[in-house]
């Protein structure tokens, strides 16, 4: 195993470290596959371990606690639930590995379990200690100074005790609905004149912030001042004791959207259904006495299986508070995309329509600005009076969306404005529903997507009356159209005037917001319609090439299909790249199967998120074929969602996207490798960063005139060359 920062909690998480590299032979049936939630988990295990990385800044490596932390949340809220709805209906159907849902579910308490105690691990040895010596440190209440308690009870008394309202449980006062997620604290008092106990429950509101600074520039967890002062809350009683614990709660709706009249309202009752989703996990305090862990299982109808005790801070979402005090020293030196150079040296924004219709521009966020790119692209769209019409569609966006104040100001300057708004959205259909409504108050018109199916494609058409008739620009992209996100997500998109692709995304749209069967397209290929066919007829002519070359990059590889597909390939000797961020079900380098096949992850600053198919003869021999868009190689995006991958053949962009996928394959920072025993490794050679060389290749471009930049050198920076 390569050594590196990080390396000792790689040694003890290998999730299958009992597990030997087998042959083919031995991989037959469901062995050639690794069960989807045990690679998840997999992976958020890599983003823990980035918190262990001393040459991390000390404040992103508490941030990559919070994501964990985050990650694991949604995991149990919609990954557990449907596992344990399987159980309860009865349901024995297996994974694609062979596990029951029972038996999933054994296998992921086990892992979490372990990466429980990692995680209490780095508070102790590594954060906590680093946080001192930085001058935030994040103490107990009972290592708090005399001068630092008063002013924390202080802050109590004017801001805290205020908003706090204790429940009690009783055969007056039954046991309160828990909201999923929040923190509470479960206190134990006793009636020194009955002499009897009782259980409260106290939630820790979540206006409040979950550390309070104490003069001596420490920090202290606010339930540990609530209980500190639970005093005063239960006059004349007698505390027991109070630990916190918080519950998480079944968000897997399944939405019948067949049987729906009002696809909106149909979600809207779902989302309420959702608030009050069974309880599926409960994190307690390691100290919580059995009498009071035992009431909250009871009242919670849990199981001792559903319980995951922690020492040291519960729920390490918190940590975004410390990750955002003001400590620039403790954090990545800022970087702020450019402005792509065929788009910066316009004397008019208004003249970015005919930039494209020079040349297609490809963007790489967040490297290039996307604010400056995307963004412009659409507003300068609304303003400008040649354009008639403006369709997108929309998955994601962020609260204070510019993209969709664009489409609002051009619908009320007249123009045709239509927007398909993707209501099932998980974790945004609320917000999604939102912006829908106000983009339907300004006259534009809205479609609530497809009846069993989610729209995920990142698309834009604009449609414009220009002297020589009409022309259609198009934007076409991997990432949501999301301003705040974009800054942090590593995705690409294209901006064109082909009008090939224009005709593609005009059929789609249509077929979106209308009726009809049959469409057919030049340029895009389109899930459910032809992404699966395609990608098929191109693995397999890899194979008959004689010198098959494939390379990937996605965010998941499930689909059971296609990776038998590219088991076969290599087993007819077609070498295959896989870069794949986050699930993958295939098992690399193992003999007679996949041999030919290398997997890794990339994982860092910015969360790898861009979906790029490579196929060495996809447009002919020793011609290679580009491919980028939304879909990742999973059977709901290739199945069950609106999907849409675009052909680049722009020689200037095809060298573009060589050089993005060498540098992936080059970097020996950021990179994990997944072995034949199924155990990621992390390389540790510090020759190459790809977050860092994207940042220094873009500054370079953005420094560059713009006839240069359409031809970047990449020797120097490609040091494999082979995609080309």
């Known amino acids: 195993m390569l050594h590196a920062p990080g390396a000792w909690l790689t040694c003890e998480m290998d999730m299958h470290s009992d597990i030997p590299a087998e042959s083919a032979a031995e991989l037959a049936g469901t062995d050639r596959f690794i069960n989807r939630e045990l690679s998840w988990l997999e992976f958020n295990h890599r983003v823990l371990s980035l918190a262990d990385d001393a040459t991390i800044p000390l404040l992103e490596r ?57 995680l209490e691990r780095f508070h102790i040895d590594r954060l906590q200690p680093a946080l001192a010596a930085a ?29 706090l309202t204790p429940l009690a449980v009783d055969p007056g006062h039954p046991f309160p609905y828990i909201s999923s997620l929040s923190l509470n604290l479960a206190v134990q008092v006793s009636d020194p004149h009955k002499g009897r106990r009782r259980f409260a429950r106290l939630k820790v509101p979540s206006t409040i912030p979950r550390f309070l ?19 005063q809350l239960f006059p004349g009683m007698r505390i027991v004791g109070a630990w916190a614990f918080r519950v998480t709660r079944n968000a897997d709706f399944t939405l019948n959207d067949a049987d729906a009249d009002d696809l909106v309202e149909a979600v809207e009752l779902e989302l309420r259904r959702r608030r009050f989703g069974r309880a599926i996990r409960l994190e ?18 849990l199981d001792a299986e559903d319980v995951y005790d922690y020492r040291g801070l519960l729920d390490c979402t918190g940590y975004w508070q410390l990750v955002g005090v003001d400590r620039p020293d403790l954090l990545d030196p800022p970087f702020t995309g450019v402005i792509p150079a ?105 479609a609530y997507g497809l009846i069993g199916l989610k729209i995920h ?16 620009y198009c934007h076409i992209g991997t990432g949501n159209y999301n301003s705040k996100t974009a800054s942090t997500y590593e995705d690409l998109g294209l901006l064109t005037a082909d009008p090939e692709i224009g005709d593609d995304l005009t ?43 494939i390379v990937l990059k996605l965010n998941s590889l499930v689909d059971a299909e296609l990776i038998d597909l590219l088991y076969e390939a290599s087993g007819r000797g077609v070498s295959i790249d896989l870069i794949v961020r986050g699930i993958c ?40 074929s580009y491919h980028i868009g939304s879909a990742d190689l999973m059977p709901r995006n290739l199945d069950r969602r609106v999907e849409a991958l675009v052909h680049i053949t722009d020689p200037r962009l095809i060298d573009r996207l060589a050089q993005i996928l060498d540098i992936n394959l080059a970097d020996d920072w950021l990179a994990w490798e997944l072995g034949p025993d199924r155990v990621y490794r992390r390389l540790s050679g510090r020759t190459v960063n790809a977050h860092d060389t994207f940042q220094a290749l873009a500054i370079e471009r953005s420094a560059l005139e713009r006839s240069a930049t359409t031809a970047v050198p990449t020797d120097s920076i490609s040091p494999q060359g082979i995609y080309r």
């Open 284 to 301: 307690v305090d390691h100290s919580m006495p059995a009498e009071t862990l035992q009431l909250l299982m009871r009242e919670l109808d």
């Open 342 to 446: 065929p788009l910066r040296d316009l004397e008019d924004r208004r003249q970015l329509f005919a930039r494209l219709r020079e040349a297609d521009v490809l963007l790489h966020h967040p490297y290039d600005s996307f604010n400056d790119s995307v963004g412009e692209f659409v507003h300068q769209a609304s303003l400008d009076p040649q354009v008639l019409a403006i369709k997108q569609t929309l998955y994601r966006t962020s609260g204070d969306s510019p993209i969709v104040q664009s489409l609002i100001r051009a619908a009320e300057l007249g123009k045709q404005v239509a927007v398909l708004v993707e209501v099932k959205a998980r974790f945004d259909e609320q917000a999604n529903i939102q912006w829908a409504r106000r983009l339907e108050e300004a006259g534009v018109h809205v």
């Open 457 to 472: 494609t990142k698309t834009t058409l604009v449609v414009r009356d220009e002297p020589d008739g009409i022309r259609r």
């Open 62 to 118: 508490l941030k990559f606690c919070a994501i964990y932390a985050s990650n694991l949340d949604e995991f149990f809220m919609v990954r557990v639930a449907g596992l344990k709805h399987q159980v309860a209906a009865g349901l024995a159907s297996r994974s694609v590995d062979g596990l029951t849902p029972t038996g999933q579910l054994v296998e992921v308490r086990r892992v979490v379990l372990q990466q429980a105690r990692l």
């Open 135 to 163: 001058g935030l440190a994040v103490r107990q209440w009972s290592d708090l100074g005399e001068s630092d308690r008063e002013a924390a009870c202080d802050e109590f008394d004017r801001r805290i005790f205020p908003v």
């Open 507 to 549: 059929q789609m749209f249509n077929f979106l917001t209308g009726y009809g069967h049959g469409a057919e397209y030049g340029n895009l290929l389109i899930a459910p319609l032809t992404l699966r066919s395609t990608l098929r007829d191109l693995i397999r002519q890899e194979m008959e090439a004689g010198d098959g070359r």
């Open 585 to 624: 079900g295939l098992v690399p380098g193992v003999p007679g199967l996949s041999e030919n096949i290398r997997v890794r992850s990339i994982l860092g600053r910015y969360l790898e998120h861009s979906r790029i198919y490579c196929f060495a003869n996809g447009d002919g021999p020793s011609r290679p």
């Open 213 to 231: 600074q104490v003069p001596s520039g420490s920090f202290v967890a606010v339930e540990q001042v609530i209980a500190a002062n639970l005093q």
